[in-house]
């Protein structure tokens, strides 16, 4: 049975770009759950939760089951953190967000990913510990050497080969939770037993990372379906700040879901 999911993070409102994003997961798959991705909890808030599952019904977007939260799980992340500890493919990294731009200022040339400078590698050959909480970061190389060459299947795009340096040596845990958006994507979706996973094709370049996180766990392989974004008049990115293309504004303009999703 082909099982899909939608994981919004409870930090705004559903607006359109979400709506579509959510059609598109219920339409890819025979079995439906709702994951909500809330582990960047400065910036969650409780009301956020209710408001996105009663937009979903709304939209007549229904899951199966409870659904799940990622700040239930972070044990379990951190499991999957000790594993990758195990076999010696991530490492402590102490850097702050000031230190790693002043050694990029340095550097000039640093090498850039789609996203941006990657991480320059200060503590990647670190020898000592250091008295305060670190980061852990994917050594890309070292995972890169364990698990070989990878390939994704995505819908859209076709057959991709992995690009394990892609975004550099990412973050795998923050020092505040104990987890990022890669590690807990790929633990849940396998622990959910995912088998397409369907998101934004911003995240394509995270999809390389995962794969090597799934090689590295012994996770499957899910397919893939990495979607068009649903951009605004001025063919920017829809954002939580484009209140008037809330799923909630909308509705009480009147308009009804199938007026909603032709607006797609
Ligand atoms: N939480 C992510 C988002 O809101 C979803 C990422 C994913 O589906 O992997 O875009």
Redesign the pocket.
């Known amino acids: 049975m082909s099982i899909t999911?939608f994981?919004?993070?409870p930090t705004g409102y559903l607006h359109l770009g979400h709506a579509f994003?959510a059609k598109v997961a219920r339409e890819s798959g025979e079995q439906f759950l709702l994951r909500f991705?809330d582990i960047d909890h400065t910036r969650v808030r409780s009301e956020y939760y209710t408001a996105i599952e009663e937009d979903l019904r709304w939209l007549g977007l229904t899951w199966q089951g409870t659904p799940w939260r990622q700040l239930d799980r972070l044990p379990i992340y951190n499991d999957a953190l000790q594993k990758l500890k195990a076999l010696g493919v991530v490492y402590p990294c102490y850097c702050t967000r000031s230190e790693i731009e002043a050694e990029l200022a340095e550097l000039g040339n640093a090498p850039q990913g789609p996203e941006g400078p990657l991480y320059p590698g200060t503590c990647r050959d670190l020898l000592k510990k250091l008295d305060r909480e670190p980061a852990w970061r994917l050594h890309w190389q070292k995972a890169s050497e364990r698990v070989g060459d990878l390939t994704f299947n995505d819908s859209r795009h076709g057959l991709q080969q992995v690009n394990p340096g892609l975004l550099g040596d990412v973050i795998l845990a923050r020092k505040d939770i104990g987890t990022s958006?890669h590690l807990a994507?790929v633990v849940d979706d396998a622990a959910q037993q995912i088998t397409t996973?369907?998101?934004?094709e911003d995240?394509l370049p995270?999809t390389h990372i995962h794969r090597v996180l799934q090689a590295l766990l012994d996770f499957p392989e899910p397919q893939y379906l990495h979607h068009r974004l649903i951009l605004d008049d001025q063919g920017n990115r829809l954002a939580k700040r484009h209140d008037a293309l809330a799923i909630r504004q909308l509705r009480e303009l009147g308009l009804t879901p199938e007026q909603v999703f032709q607006r797609l």
């Open positions: 999911r994981a919004p993070s994003a991705e958006y994507v996973v369907t998101r934004g995240l995270s």
